[in-house]
């Protein structure tokens, strides 16, 4: 297992982490990603901690807590062996301060996931999403007091576009205050608009990449391919694909080239998928979820190797897409100027 720090922190973590977004099951939204109990949770804890996994990843809202609660099991009397993430700012309840950023609702979130995961302190807590209701320098405030009580060790965001991470950064930096390292954010090959402004920012201001569906949704697992069906009963059928729908021949050709990819190196098209997000840029860590002990191993196997560059330029041109304005005509008319970050 090889190991990174977060951004320009002092934080280390191994570059793969255990999501738990499959732990509980306790709506019909989560049961699509699976209903793993304490029993496996626990087996899972194991095989990762095992293969060097010291991150595990979780939300107060997978499951309204139940994940944080098995996570919490999983890891029982074994606190000093792993780093725990998890996020708050979704809903956790009917009323209007169980939402969002707020002073409130942050203080009351991070108590209520502590408890929880049985734990007095969390390594690296996350913003969910971007609160446009609540004014950001409350937020941030609300973030310094809890790691200035120990509660919180590290923050970070989720979600969030360019400028919500830069004014994010700019005013921790303006009064002193605990700065986001990490930013928990949605990239893979058939999703690769991350590399257009929010790559280039976490170059430029040092935040490491906490990447999450790298696997889109389990459409880059080689079981969605050109003429066969998607599975029945799988996430991908249940729930779709995240953000709009990709034309299914740009899947199809993304696709053909990981499997020819992964019978060269003699691997499974997950593993291939993974390897390719594993070494861009700012990545820190790659939030991997597996249903069972079988595909937490077969995951676990993309580090145990590195793709070649002419097989990585085989996979940037299968699932290359052309920018939004204005990024297409910043590269298209001062390139020289203006190179992206990754070839």
Request: aromatic share 8%; with cysteine.
């Amino acid at each position: 297992m090889e190991y990174r720090k977060v951004g320009g922190s002092d934080l280390q973590v191994s570059v793969l982490t255990l999501g738990t977004a499959t732990f509980g099951g306790a709506n019909e939204f989560f049961r699509a990603w699976g209903e793993t109990d304490a029993a496996e949770a626990t087996s899972l804890v194991d095989i990762s901690l095992d293969a060097g996994v010291t991150l595990f990843d979780s939300a107060d809202a997978y499951s309204n807590g139940l994940a944080e609660e098995i996570l919490g099991k999983a890891i029982a009397g074994r606190r000093n062996r792993l780093l725990i993430s998890t996020k708050a700012a979704f809903r956790t309840g009917p009323g209007p301060d169980d939402i969002g950023s707020s002073r409130k609702h942050l203080f009351e979130a991070c108590e209520a996931s502590l408890r929880r995961l049985g734990t007095d302190h969390i390594d690296l807590w996350q913003l969910h999403a971007f609160d446009a209701l609540t004014p950001i320098d409350e937020t941030l405030h609300a973030m310094d007091d809890l790691v200035r009580a120990g509660k919180v060790r590290y923050i970070g965001c989720s979600n969030f576009s360019g400028w919500h991470l830069m004014k994010s950064l700019s005013l921790s930096d303006r009064h002193g205050w605990a700065r986001h390292v990490a930013h928990q954010a949605y990239y893979s090959l058939l999703a690769r608009e991350y590399e257009w402004e929010l790559m280039p920012l976490a170059i430029d201001q040092q935040v490491g990449t906490v990447v999450w569906s790298p696997l889109s949704g389990g459409r880059l697992t080689g079981k969605v391919a050109r003429n066969e069906p998607i599975p029945e009963g799988s996430r991908t059928a249940k729930l779709g694909a995240h953000g709009p729908e990709l034309p299914l021949e740009q899947l199809y050709q993304v696709v053909d080239v990981l499997r020819a990819i992964a019978e060269e190196l003699g691997r499974s098209v997950s593993e291939v998928a993974l390897n390719w997000v594993l070494h861009r840029p700012t990545v820190s860590t790659l939030v991997i979820g597996a249903r069972n002990a079988a595909q937490l191993r077969e995951n676990l196997g993309c580090v145990e190797f590195k793709l070649t560059p002419e097989q990585v330029n085989r996979l940037d041109q299968a699932s290359a897409s052309r920018p939004v304005y204005p990024y297409w005509h910043q590269r298209q008319t001062f390139a020289e100027r203006n190179p992206p970050p990754v070839a």
